[in-house]
């Protein structure tokens, strides 16, 4: 018997084929394919074949990178979201406690820099497990080399991968570890020095609380960005957002987030 394993592509078909709306049956009669092969691809005990990936894609009107991409996490147990999640999290609770006693091996910064753009790209991708694997480690060494070697594009770099924590915490549904996370990006944002970065995080801030603290959050966001201190932004000095609210005053945020990059070259970073 095989062992069931939601990284196959067969799972993948299910899983669209069942967003669809279809039994096995009614995709079966819609491609070249018989039922069983059907059956047997999507409970793991046949590989998929290309054609029978592309002729799956067609039916449900899909691109078959969705059928043999990176696996969703939607469908994962309790258990293997625990496994994902929980090396992020003690990752982020080594934040203040300085180099790596045990790290051997440490990237360079250009490539951890990298690693840190390529995590937020895998979650604009919705590849939400590829960089969930990704972050611990990525999370680990610049932490150790912002402690032993800081520099504004490893602080940067770091900030980001909090960002990128935030995001996969917040779509896995773990609030309270996307919180942690928020926190750990406005501390890296204020060792950078960077006003995009730190304006973004207030801004994601305002997002999560949805609370009366939420416009104060903006305005704090929109004070960075034109120079002022983050206390007197808060304080209630700085720029009224639009008479839309909330929503219209992360305008100029929201190009801050575009605008940013975690590339030293690039002098931010954003997504």
Same mark, same amino acid.
């Given at each position: ?81 625990? $496994? %994902?999640?929980?090396?992020? *999290?003690? /990752?982020? !609770? ?6 790596? &006693?045990? #790290?051997?091996? =440490? ?49 940067? $770099? %770091?900030?980001?991968?909090? *960002?990128? /924590?935030? !995001? ?6 773990? &609030?309270? #570890?996307?919180? =942690? ?91």
């Amino acid at each position: 018997m095989p062992r069931p394993d939601d990284d196959h592509t067969g799972a993948r078909i299910r899983e669209q084929r069942r967003l669809a709306r279809l039994t096995q049956r009614e995709l079966s009669d819609r491609i070249p394919y018989s039922l069983s092969l059907l059956n047997q691809v999507e409970c793991g005990a046949r590989p998929a074949s290309a054609g029978l990936v592309k002729a799956v894609a067609e039916a449900l009107k899909l691109d078959t990178s969705r059928l043999t991409g990176p696996a969703s996490v939607a469908s994962l147990s309790p258990d293997r979201l625990a $496994a %994902l999640v929980t090396p992020i *999290r003690e /990752a982020l !609770d080594a934040y203040d406690l300085g180099p790596h &006693p045990q #790290l051997a091996d =440490v990237r360079p910064v250009s490539v951890l820099i990298e690693g840190a753009d390529e995590a937020c790209r895998q979650v604009r991708a919705a590849h939400l497990r590829a960089a969930a694997n990704v972050l611990p480690a990525l999370i680990v060494e610049l932490t150790h080399t912002a402690s032993t070697a800081p520099t504004t594009a490893v602080w940067r $770099a %770091l900030a980001s991968a909090y *960002r990128t /924590a935030h !995001d996969v915490a917040l779509k896995l549904g773990y &609030p309270d #570890l996307s919180r =942690v996370a928020l926190d750990r990006m406005g501390w890296a944002a204020g060792r950078a020095s960077d006003p995009c970065l730190g304006a973004v995080q207030l801004y994601k801030r305002a997002i999560l609380v949805r609370n009366s603290t939420s416009l104060r959050l903006i305005r704090s966001g929109h004070g960075l960005l034109t120079g002022q201190t983050h206390r007197e932004a808060v304080a209630g000095g700085g720029p009224r957002p639009p008479a839309a609210g909330a929503a219209g005053a992360g305008g100029g945020v929201g190009a801050a987030r575009g605008g940013a990059h975690t590339r030293a070259a690039g002098g931010g970073a954003g997504r």
